[in-house]
């Protein structure tokens, strides 16, 4: 079992390109969530995915960001027009169920100039 | 949101010393992890607790949804517990998680 695999593990963009995050989930997880750390916000919630399906992405910035989960094995977070507020680390995590336990991938750097 | 505080916000012990942890949250929850993020940044699962008490070697975590509160406890404190301690709490939905504890351990 490898865990929760993130690509890629650090990504440099410019200001108004685009950034692309996938997480693989540990297999036979029915529960794919995505998380920021900052140091300013600390561990925010974005969304999540319960087999496949969008829970709650209350926690979403509503421009720019979206994600995808196109088949149990990957998720993605798509970025749009990135800004330097942007810049942080996004974290992917799976759990067997939604209350469950997580598993942390270890995290994609994304930085935005 | 369902707040969730830690505190303290930081702390220092000395080699041997021990210590606890606090995570408060606003209401009733089905479940807290601890985590300790280390110096590289990766989450290291500590405890997952639906309920009850579990102990781990220097470690040992409460869980009291009731009185909606869990405790991370550490004895013998070492080197290498240096990090920040993070809870995360859930009911029905994804887990929220606290500031963290910074913690310090000096020789």
């Known amino acids: 079992n490898a865990g929760v695999i993130q690509t890629p593990r650090h990504k440099v963009t410019g200001k108004g390109q685009e950034a692309t995050l996938w997480c693989e989930p540990i297999?036979?997880?029915?529960?794919v969530f995505w998380y920021r750390q900052t140091i300013v916000q600390g561990l925010e919630f974005l969304t999540y995915?319960?087999?496949?399906?969008?829970?709650?992405d209350s926690g979403m910035p509503k421009e720019r960001f979206s994600a995808q989960m196109p088949n149990q094995s990957h998720s993605t977070l798509k970025i749009q027009s990135t800004q330097p507020q942007d810049s942080a680390v996004y974290l992917c995590?799976?759990?067997?169920?939604?209350?469950?336990?997580?598993?942390f991938g270890e995290g994609s750097k994304l930085t935005v100039l | 949101g369902m707040p969730v505080e830690q505190n303290p916000p930081a702390l220092s012990l000395y080699e041997g010393a021990e210590s606890g942890l606090r995570c408060n949250f606003s209401?009733?929850?089905?479940?807290v992890q601890w985590f300790q993020q280390n110096h590289r940044g990766r989450l290291i699962t500590l405890f997952y607790?639906?309920?009850g008490t579990k102990e781990n070697g220097r470690l040992k975590s409460t869980f009291n949804s009731k009185e909606r509160y869990s405790t991370l406890h550490i004895k013998d404190a070492q080197l290498e517990d240096s990090g920040t301690y993070f809870c995360a709490v859930s009911n029905n939905n994804a887990p929220r998680f606290g500031a963290g504890t910074k913690l310090s351990v000096k020789p």
């Open positions: 995915f319960r087999n496949q399906a969008p829970i709650d």
């Open positions: 297999s036979g997880h029915s529960a």
């Open positions: 607790l639906a309920q």
């Open positions: 209401t009733t929850m089905k479940g």
């Open positions: 995590a799976s759990s067997l169920r939604d209350t469950g336990q997580l598993y």
